[in-house]
């Protein structure tokens, strides 16, 4: 009897929202773990790549172990036999967040995140949108209360960044927390007396 694969795997979704560079980071960092990743990329993430990074669709696509089609609907991830330890959506558009939700699973990416939740699996949404009207913050506590994370990426300025990459990196490093996936990248508050004398210092 062949035992099934293990192997822990990540879904790693691109929707057409600002922040392209979160999902490619993510990628970048995953592939120094025992993770193997499966990406997915919307339409509209394929324009926002070339826009705001240097990186072709190709470039992005060699970051992952596996990549899916959106149109395919049939994929691996689109089973929820096939055992993964959740999905990330980096960035998560507000046109995807609101298909999550609704259960209106016409593209892979919404689809796999489906399945995630009716898995009981960790899904985390990385909603990139300001400023958010009524439902859009309807349609995010509905999503919480059905068991996804909603993980906005919001800068960090406590950690005195002194780039893009700086913020970028710690974003990405707390997103991965989630899934208990260490990055090295986030400086880990003790609360030792050291700690607290050399913040104040700081802010002086």
């Not at 929707?15 to 999902?23: C, D, F, L, P, Q």
């Not at 209360?145 to 700086?166: C, H, K, M, Q, R």
Request: aromatic share 2%.
């Amino acid at each position: 009897m062949k035992l099934p694969d293990l192997t822990p795997r990540l879904v790693v979704g691109i929707s057409g929202a600002s922040g392209a560079i979160y999902g490619v980071r993510i990628l970048e960092l995953l592939r120094n773990t025992p993770i193997t990743t499966h990406l997915v990329v919307s339409k509209a993430a394929r324009l926002t790549l070339a826009q705001e990074t240097n990186l072709r669709l190709a470039d992005l696509e060699e970051l992952a172990d596996t990549v899916h089609s959106n149109h395919d609907v049939g994929a691996s991830i689109a089973s929820g036999s096939f055992r993964t330890m959740g999905m990330v959506v980096a960035p998560c558009s507000i046109k995807s967040m609101s298909e999550i939700a609704s259960g209106m699973t016409s593209t892979l990416l919404a689809r796999a995140a489906d399945v995630i939740l009716k898995e009981r699996r960790k899904l985390v949404l990385m909603v990139r949108e300001t400023p958010l009207h009524r439902n859009h913050l309807r349609t995010m506590a509905d999503l919480s209360e059905l068991g996804a994370i909603i993980a906005p990426p919001v800068p960090a300025f406590y950690t005195n960044p002194e780039s893009v990459e700086d913020i970028v990196d710690h974003t990405v490093g707390r997103v991965l927390d989630l899934f208990d996936i260490e990055t090295g990248l986030v400086k880990r508050w003790t609360g030792t007396a050291e700690e607290m004398a050399s913040q104040a210092k700081t802010a002086r």
